[in-house]
């Protein structure tokens, strides 16, 4: 029992850890173009750095934030083992979402959540990916798409990631979709932005 909340314990740590790196708000500070809280909704995920027209430091963004998510979990399995990869993998999410060293408020986490489902269960990643895809090319509204692909990442992973790993799953991305609250909102009100204009 100790040895098991010793365990958990340092799962959470290195995801956080981990997660909690600000590669969008680091990305912009290196490309002399200022603090990325400052623009847009103020979130530090690759959304917002698109805001800037700066597509390649959004790509970017988005690969080293979906990075630090697979690495949470690959290094946590390579230390403890499963089920603390799952820990590590929900901790990452939480981590990048409220980062220490950034008063606690950081993105919205959908990247890094991709970057866990990778690992854990790759068939949950193509079906969340694909779902992504096809919601954001017909609505061109971002969180249409995270939100859609948080759908699929529950429904899949009933199917093909029982047990911890589903859970994991299904709680990240409840933690997901609880972050667009003010996203959810604009949809219902008709205000949401396109990808890449307002806030």
């Not at 597509?55 to 979906?66: I, K, P, S």
Request: aromatic residues 6%; contains cysteine; positive net charge.
């Amino acid at each position: 029992m100790i040895q098991d909340m010793i365990s958990a314990g340092l799962a959470a740590l290195i995801g956080a850890l981990i997660g909690s790196i600000p590669f969008g708000l680091l990305l912009m500070r290196a490309a002399g173009l200022g603090d990325i809280r400052n623009i847009g909704s103020g979130s530090i995920g690759a959304t917002n750095v698109l805001r800037t027209g700066k597509r390649g430091l959004a790509l970017a963004t988005v690969l080293l934030d979906a990075l630090k998510g697979t690495l949470a979990v690959a290094l946590t399995a390579w230390i403890l083992g499963p089920p603390w990869d799952v820990v590590a993998g929900v901790a990452a999410v939480i981590g990048h979402c409220h980062p220490p060293w950034l008063n606690w408020r950081g993105g919205k986490g959908v990247a890094t959540a991709y970057g866990v489902l990778l690992p854990l269960a790759w068939p949950v990643f193509l079906l969340t990916a694909l779902a992504w895809l096809a919601a954001a090319a017909i609505s061109r509204i971002s969180s249409v798409g995270a939100l859609s692909a948080m759908g699929m990442a529950i429904i899949s992973s009933v199917v093909l990631a029982p047990g911890p790993v589903g859970i994991g799953i299904s709680a990240i991305a409840a933690f997901v979709v609880l972050r667009h609250h003010a996203n959810i909102e604009r949809l219902l009100a008709g205000r949401e932005p396109r990808i890449g204009e307002g806030k």
